[in-house]
């Protein structure tokens, strides 16, 4: 975390933010893994954050996760960070199972689905960051809060290894195929309507970054409107209403440091730098998905021959991150180029992971789930307790 109270100058922060670019001497990759909170016999009712976190409990979970409650009631799952990705994928499931029991026997259930199709965007959490971001994206961005309080992801962390900005590039270029392969909202042949909601919140934030350039990170962060500031241990509305760089230059309350370690939580780009690489691109998706998930960003990272034709098929189709939001896999560019990752992935971790490869086989060919068909299609994807 970066500190410090005194103001911040250009060089400092432009350094600060470099350093979320850094090499790793390891590889490990971690999982935080969200569900939308229903109520099977009153699937309208929205179940609020003190709800969930009261299901959730304290109890140690087996397999060393971590829970959170986001701002709607949805449950999040935090996961260590493990050597590979049939590590993380055993304990990721084991405690999955372990939180779908707790829910199960207080009447309710966990949906891995990437939007709530049918219940209103409704904050419930009085945590003063969540507060102040609501204000901020009720004022500059409704569709904000429809981020905050309505969806649900599947978020892959992984090391970059001796080379991040390789590393960030391949996964920049990947993350519309990963978007469009594991879209889990909207219709049939819809690219994910989730992304479609952080697409159109506050894109100062949430828009793409040109991976493998630090400049264009640097620039990116500091472009963004400022949204919050730290205040001791926790975090107010920002008055500031400009980018942050303005507020460097606002001799009158500059920021500091502490400052912009809270402004970077708030930037979400596809693909988010944070000393290891944040892939926020996936729905959350049941378990095969979950699988195929964890396996496609794992291989994307550590297996050069992939990297090198996803960012061919990035540089030769410079539209495909429209492609991905407009029509997902439907689009016959985006399409042949998802069922080719998912098999090469296949491949590449068959031979350690056979059951990993199943799953990445199986989900390619699987009929991405409907909000559309109220509540029984979505019931249906119900974690099984």
Known sequence: MIGGSEPLTHEAANHAIRATLRPSDRMRIGAEVEWLVFDPTRPG???LAAETAEAAGDEALPGGGTVSVEPGGQLELSTP?????????????????????????????LVPLGLDPHRRPRPSLDAPRYVA???HFRRESPDGVRMMASTAALQLSVDP??????????LGAAAPLLSALFANSGGPGDGSARQRVWAATDPSRTAPVSTGDPRAWVDAVLDARVMLRAHGSSVVASSHRGSFRSWIDDGADPPTAADLAVHLTTMFPPVRPRGYLEVRVIDSVPA????????AVWALATQDRIGDEVIRIADEVPDLWHRSLAAGMSDRRVGEAGRWLLDAVANAVEPDAPALARCCRSWVDRRPATGRTWPGAVLALAEPA
């Open 288 to 295: 095969p998905g979950r699988s195929a998930a964890v396996a």
């Open 133 to 135: 971001m609501e204000r």
């Open 161 to 170: 290894g001796a080379t991040p900005l390789r590393c960030w590039r391949v």
């Open 81 to 109: 960070a493990l050597d590979g990705p049939r590590a993380l994928v055993a304990v990721m499931e084991q405690d999955a199972q372990a939180l779908a029991g707790r829910f199960a026997r207080v009447g309710l259930v």
């Open 45 to 47: 009712r929205p179940v």
